[in-house]
């Protein structure tokens, strides 16, 4: 699937380029003293900060880091199928690593969505993903629950672009002026007769780069702590992926972790469906800006100069 940060990367080099003007030098923030604001800067001023009309942003960042006293994030996702079409051999997700794929139960997301939402005071941007979003039977319940919360700026549906959508209620529901449906083109499937058929409906689209990173294989490095702590600081720290009620750090760490390819700590994640210790808006708070690299990072190479660029999608992997 479309690696979102790349696409991000693209669309706002920019808004990226003024920003780090204004910061001066990334010397600056790394001087930082407080981890937390430390935290909230360096993902303020990295190309994921999609929130460049919100004229507030740094208030809202450094509040959150400082205070508590509000929990703005840029960017969460939530994993709603391991279903999908393809079988990308680059894939960040790790989608071909799934034996029995599935959707997501639709309590267990529900439950644990309404869980984090409860304790967020804006997101800029909610991606609901798969897998192939389009392949989850329950994707028009699942958006019509997730336009419930105002506080939810911008909603984005990835895919591949090999599923005309023909569900009405899904159609009706994707003309909300929050939705926008981000189409890859890796050469399978139609998706420039996808945009302009949801362009049609009055649907929001978004044609997707062509270039993903190779984040490698899933064997760990043995890098060292220090290796690992810039690692994390490169990488952006951003894609908080919640996956069958657990948010984790990123896509690698929770598909990782759901499929045995990658062990996980118990501080890589939070469980919102553990009742016996609910999980508050300062721990969210403390999660979403860390600085410590989670078990994920010595099994990925994103972020180090190992990494390197592929086309996007378009190698596949033998089918099982």
């Keep these: 699937m479309s690696q979102h940060k790349e696409c991000l990367q693209k669309m706002h080099r920019a808004e990226f380029k003024r920003t780090l003007q204004e ?4 010397r600056r923030m790394n001087a930082i003293q407080n981890p937390k604001v430390r935290a909230a800067m360096k993902l303020l001023y990295s190309p994921i900060a ?8 740094r208030t809202l960042l450094k509040e959150s880091a400082r205070s508590r006293s509000k929990s703005y994030f840029p960017y969460l996702e939530m994993c709603i199928s391991s279903k999908c079409t393809l079988r990308c051999k680059y894939c960040s997700n790790l989608m071909p ?5 599935q959707d997501i139960s639709v309590d267990v997301l529900k439950e644990s969505f309404d869980r984090l939402m409860s304790i967020c005071d804006k997101v800029s941007m909610f991606q609901i993903l798969g897998g192939e ?3 989850c039977k329950n994707l028009p319940e699942i958006l019509e629950y997730v336009l419930r919360y105002p506080q939810i700026k911008e909603i984005s549906i990835p ?6 959508i023909r569900d009405e209620q899904l159609l009706e529901l994707m003309k909300n002026p929050r939705v926008i449906v981000n189409v890859s083109d890796y050469g399978f499937g139609h998706p420039a007769e996808l945009c302009a058929f949801l362009k049609s409906k009055g649907i929001r689209v978004r044609q997707m780069p062509e270039e993903w990173k190779d984040y490698g294989n899933t064997e760990k490095r043995n890098r060292s702590r220090t290796e690992l702590t ?4 490169e990488c952006g720290m951003v894609c908080k992926s919640l996956l069958n009620g657990k948010l984790f ?11 045995g390819c990658i062990p996980a700590a118990s501080g890589d994640f939070l469980d919102f469906l553990d009742e016996g210790s609910p999980v508050t808006k300062q721990q969210l708070i403390d999660f979403y800006y860390r600085d410590e690299p989670v078990a ?4 990925c190479d994103h972020g180090t100069m190992v990494e390197k660029a592929v086309p996007a999608g378009r190698d596949q992997l033998p089918k099982i």
Excluded at 23 to 26: A, Y
Excluded at 50 to 57: A, M, P
Aim: some cysteine.
């Design 230 to 233: 810039r690692q994390f600081a």
């Design 133 to 135: 979003t389009f392949l």
């Design 23 to 26: 910061s001066k030098t990334i």
């Design 159 to 164: 895919t591949n672009g090999t599923i005309m």
């Design 249 to 259: 750090a990123c896509p690698r760490s929770s598909h990782g972790n759901a499929t």
């Design 296 to 299: 994920a990072c010595d099994h």
């Design 97 to 101: 690593c799934y034996e029995d794929p």
């Design 50 to 57: 999609i929130v460049k009309n919100e004229g507030n942003i």
